[in-house]
């Protein structure tokens, strides 16, 4: 029996925890030091950008085609599994154009070609059709919609809670309210064990999945993995009666602001990007939420009626000077493994980030001195 031991469960760790569960012959523990879902994951929208990113080719392409493609399976297999019910919205996602210039709607034109050739749609609305089918838009500045019907947004921590819950049924045992305070330096290459708040850890494998937690983690390693908060806020507002046609609400976005349905008439607005200006406190900047609410009121004027429910915020792990996310062996170790670093696509990656870490410990001969 090959013991892994993953450090993070918010929606990476859950997601990594519930698919090495799938595999015989490992036993999967979990820990963190606040229950789950509580950091970034809490705070997430959980909109799926896939077909509709920028991305066209190599891992960050592959990563995310891999993740949608599995949501598919996953959220009902969960669901079947747990009892528990997953919001997940399969309307799609719209996105609203200001750029009337030529380069821009050649580079979207330019987007559907490929992603037709790799079997994903998408389409590209004029003003018109975007009218007629989303009435609650209205913004002279709006030049026309890119809409992906393969997209998709869901409940970050209705996902993590899921996760937790089938992996649990599969043998995982979940430690919460652990903190790991040392690794004692042992052989090169190799960790042996972790010294934690719960007593000393041994396990064959070390997953590190600790989002802004994995710096101080690796630094304990003699590794820095430099991750940085980057804060974001977002609001629920509540219009009380769906926005323009009831049996159309796909998830929203333009100018990196997204309106996300999530029924009864309650729609998340988000999200700021906030980063620190002295050390890592970032306080919150209530100018900067108040600019996305009104972006999101030009976009649909009549959620300048709707009540504010709440606001949130939550911090980003990004990594320092290389781009997200984290994946892979952490340098000097050959059984310490890194999925962190996720920065603004931890759910949205978190499938494509579970299996990477599955394949590394089975081609691996999982540990057992193969």
């Known amino acids: 029996m090959s013991h892994v031991f993953i450090i993070g469960c918010?929606?990476?760790?859950?997601?990594?925890?519930?698919e090495l569960s799938l595999v015989k012959g490992l036993k999967i523990t979990?820990?963190?030091?606040?229950?789950?879902?509580?950091?970034?994951?809490g705070a997430a929208l959980g909109v799926l950008m896939g077909a509709i990113s920028q991305k066209i080719k190599g891992k960050a392409w592959q990563m995310r085609q891999t993740s949608i493609q599995r949501y598919e399976i996953l959220i009902p297999e969960l669901e079947a599994l747990t009892g528990r019910k997953i919001p997940f919205n399969r309307q799609g996602i719209l996105m609203l154009l200001s750029d009337s210039s030529l380069e821009g709607m050649s580079a979207w034109e330019k987007l559907v070609k490929i992603r037709h050739s790799q079997s994903w749609d998408l389409e590209i609305w004029d003003t018109a059709k975007l009218q007629n089918i989303c009435p609650q838009i209205n913004n002279e500045k709006i030049t026309g919609a890119v809409y992906s019907p393969q997209d998709r947004q869901l409940d970050p921590t209705a996902l993590t809670l899921a996760l937790v819950e089938a992996a649990q049924q599969n043998g995982v045992t979940f430690k919460f309210g652990v903190t790991v305070l040392d690794a004692p330096t042992s052989t090169p290459e190799f960790c042996h064990q972790l010294d934690t708040t719960e007593g000393k850890i041994t396990a064959d494998w070390f997953v590190i999945a600790a989002g802004l937690g994995s710096t101080p983690l690796t630094a304990k390693l003699n590794q820095i993995i430099d991750i940085r908060p980057v804060l974001g806020q977002a609001l629920q507002m509540r219009v009380g009666h769906p926005l323009g046609n009831p049996d159309f609400q796909p998830a929203i976005t333009g100018n990196d602001v997204h309106i996300v349905p999530v029924g009864g008439g309650d729609y998340w607005i988000g999200a700021t990007v906030e980063f620190p200006s002295n050390g890592d406190e970032i306080p919150p900047n209530q100018e900067l939420l108040e600019s996305v609410r009104e972006q999101a009121i030009a976009f649909c004027p009549e959620l300048a009626t709707a009540s504010i429910l709440r606001t949130w915020s939550g911090l980003r792990p990004r990594p320092e000077g290389?781009?997200?996310?984290?994946?892979?062996?952490?340098?000097?170790?050959?059984?310490?493994?890194?999925?962190?670093?996720?920065?603004?696509?931890?759910?949205?990656?978190?499938?494509?980030?579970?299996?990477?870490?599955?394949?590394?410990?089975?081609?691996?001969?999982?540990?057992?001195?193969?």
């Open 30 to 41: 979990v820990c963190d030091r606040q229950p789950p879902a509580q950091a970034s994951t």
């Open 322 to 370: 290389r781009p997200a996310p984290v994946i892979g062996k952490l340098p000097g170790f050959s059984n310490v493994l890194l999925a962190t670093g996720h920065y603004r696509n931890g759910v949205l990656l978190a499938p494509a980030t579970a299996y990477a870490i599955r394949e590394m410990i089975i081609s691996q001969g999982m540990g057992t001195g193969e």
């Open 10 to 18: 918010g929606v990476v760790g859950a997601a990594i925890a519930y």
